[in-house]
């Protein structure tokens, strides 16, 4: 198993492995978990908290594919949060539709034919081939991101009533609407 830091490919973190993960039924994101997050957690003020989230991501079924519902990254955060995802899923696949942003283009041509393609297993589905979105994506050696979801778990602590989940929740869900903007 490689570690979050083994995987990336041009990500602008060096430091991957001290972050956090949060995984669950909607979303999932891997944000800095810092002295300055959990002040503001605690005084439940969400400015300048979107700077904290790497990246987020949900996920859905189309056409018995596992795709992209919506995600965000931060510049050079892409890769890994596709990685992430296919860990998650055991494969993945771009959108079958034109509702692609370019950011989103340019990493899955990554994993077709650029860096990323020496991580990845693609698999042709339908007829089409050559064409990077008429591929089905999975990693070749497994993503440990364990570390990162105990560093979410400890980040967070006692937390009885969801608080500071539900803050950073709420951060996450904002960045994901706003970043699908572009496309609709």
Do not use: C, H
């Not at 990554?110 to 698999?123: I, L, M, P």
């Amino acid at each position: 198993m490689k570690t979050f830091k083994e995987m990336a490919l041009n990500e602008a973190a060096k430091e991957l492995d001290k972050y956090a993960l949060r995984i669950d039924e909607q979303l999932t994101y891997l944000y800095i978990n810092d002295n300055e997050l959990q002040e503001a957690l605690e005084i439940y003020d969400m400015e300048g908290m979107e700077d904290k989230i790497l990246f987020v991501f949900g996920i859905k079924q189309d056409m018995g594919l596992n795709v992209f519902e919506a995600v965000y990254a931060q510049k050079g955060y892409g890769p890994i949060a596709y990685k992430t995802a296919m860990q998650m899923m055991g494969e993945m696949a771009p959108s079958q539709d034109s509702r692609i942003t370019k950011s989103a283009q340019k990493v899955w041509k990554e994993f077709f034919s650029g860096k990323g393609s020496k991580d990845v297993n693609k698999e042709l589905f339908g007829s089409t081939e050559g064409n990077w979105q008429r591929y089905i994506y999975s990693l070749k050696k497994e993503l440990d991101y364990v570390t990162n979801i105990k560093n979410n778990d400890n980040f967070i602590g006692k937390d009885p009533y969801n608080e500071k989940t539900n803050m950073l929740n709420e951060v996450a869900d904002g960045l994901l609407i706003n970043s699908m903007r572009a496309i609709y």
